[in-house]
T-cell receptor, first 117, second 113 residues
Framework: AQSVAQPEDQVNVAEGNPLTVKCTYS??????LFWYVQYPNRGLQFLLK??????LVKGSYGFEAEFNKSQTSFHLKKPSALVSDSALYFC???????????????FGRGTQLTVWP | NAGVTQTPKFRILKIGQSMTLQCTQD?????MYWYRQDPGMGLKLIYY???????DKGEVPNGYNVSRSTTEDFPLRLELAAPSQTSVYFC????????????FGPGTRLTVT
């Protein structure tokens, strides 16, 4: 069964420092991976996705993510954090080998990122 | 485009009451989803629809019903509300097969007491 793990409930980083939010996955076959961000009292917003191709994926707001098949990881990164990046981040996976066009996503539990000035 | 809109934003229900959470999208998306978000638990899929007239159950469908009479609307019905249905509910949509990004509404915060 497909699943996603976000091992850290919280990540704290100083403004200007690099940040990493971790995600590991478990699927059969090649995964389709996503990162979403949720600001307080708002819906989820798409950040970036990995479907195929280059292992380093660039997304919105200066975020990027590195797909590592051997480690089954898809960590979210940003070279220089901003206070405005403080939010709840979700990793998600869709198993493309289900033979379905549903596009169903399986979400991790979320990681609260706090960037302090 | 307004995107995905949800009403109401907040609601308090008494045990046993019923209500309908509204979801509308103006992007002509085929696929629509209902999720619930519980603290520290991520999002769980309740129901989904691949087009008007077609719906199916997700991971946690018990206590809910949906309908999809038009492309735009995908209401979620709660019958006989229970405290376990206290949650934040998100509606999402996706354009078509082969496009996997989902667009989320702002959510409805429901409390059942």
């Amino acid at each position: 069964a497909q699943s996603v793990a976000q091992p850290e409930d919280q990540v704290n980083v100083a403004e200007g420092n690099p940040l990493t939010v971790k995600c590991t996955y478990s699927v059969s076959g090649n995964p389709y991976l996503f990162w979403y961000v949720q600001y307080p009292n708002r819906g989820l917003q798409f950040l970036l996705k990995y479907i195929t191709g280059d292992n380093l994926v660039k997304g919105s707001y200066g975020f990027e993510a590195e797909f590592n098949k051997s480690q089954t990881s898809f960590h979210l990164k940003k070279p220089s954090a901003l206070v405005s990046d403080s939010a709840l981040y979700f990793c998600a996976v869709r198993d493309p080998d289900r033979g379905s066009t549903l596009g169903r996503l399986y979400f991790g539990r979320g990681t609260q990122l706090t960037v302090w000035p | 485009n307004a995107g995905v809109t949800q009403t109401p934003k907040f609601r308090i229900l008494k045990i046993g009451q019923s209500m309908t959470l509204q979801c509308t999208q103006d992007m002509n998306h085929n696929y629509m989803y209902w999720y619930r978000q519980d603290p520290g638990m991520g999002l769980k899929l309740i129901y989904y629809s691949v087009g008007a007239g077609i719906t199916d159950k997700g991971e946690v469908p018990n206590g809910y019903n949906v309908s999809r009479s038009t492309t735009e609307d995908f209401p979620l019905r709660l019958e006989l509300a229970a405290p376990s249905q206290t949650s934040v509910y998100f509606c999402a949509s996706r354009p078509r097969a082969g496009e996997y990004e989902q667009y989320f509404g702002p959510g409805t915060r429901l409390t059942v007491t």
